[in-house]
C-alpha cells in the first residue's frame, strides 16, 4: 500500500505562482512512476503531466512551458510547481502512484491516489 498526501493549493491571481507537494508513505517512493491529475468542476480527470521512476516527464499541452513537475525520492515527495497561473487551471489536484518505471497519463493505470488539494485562480 501506498499513501498520498497533497498539499500546497489554495487561492491565488491570475499570473501567480503555486507549488503543490504530494507527501508518499509505505512503500519505497523511488520505485513508483507518479503523476498529477486535475478535475474542474463539471468536467473528467485530465492528465497534467506524469514522472516516471528514473524522473523523466511529460506534460499536457495546456500546462507545458508553465508547470514542472519533480520529485525528491529522499524526502518521498512529488511536487508541481504551477506558473503563469491562469482561470482555467481551477480544479481538484491530485497526485497518483504506481509501481513501473516508465510514466503514464492515464488515470486508470494507476493504484494509488491523494485526495486531492483544490486550486482556485481568481482572474
Known amino acids: 500500500q501506498v499513501q498520498l498526501v497533497e498539499s500546497g493549493g489554495g487561492l491565488v491571481q491570475a499570473g501567480d505562482s503555486l507549488r503543490l507537494s504530494c507527501a508518499a508513505s509505505?512503500?519505497?517512493?523511488?520505485?513508483?512512476?507518479m503523476g498529477w491529475f486535475r478535475q474542474a468542476p463539471g468536467k473528467e480527470r485530465a492528465s497534467v503531466g506524469a514522472?516516471?521512476?528514473?524522473?523523466?516527464?511529460y506534460y499536457a499541452d495546456s500546462v507545458k512551458g508553465r508547470f514542472t513537475i519533480s520529485r525528491d525520492n529522499a524526502k518521498n515527495t512529488l511536487y508541481l510547481q504551477m506558473n503563469s497561473l491562469k482561470p482555467e487551471d481551477t480544479a481538484v489536484y491530485y497526485c497518483?502512484?504506481?509501481?513501473?518505471?516508465?510514466?503514464?497519463?492515464?488515470?486508470?493505470?494507476?493504484?494509488?491516489w491523494g485526495q486531492g488539494t483544490q486550486v482556485t485562480v481568481s482572474s
Open positions: 497518483a502512484a504506481r509501481s513501473g518505471s516508465g510514466w503514464y497519463l492515464r488515470g486508470i493505470m494507476y493504484d494509488y
Open positions: 509505505g512503500r519505497t517512493f523511488s520505485n513508483y512512476a
Open positions: 514522472i516516471s521512476s528514473g524522473g523523466n516527464t
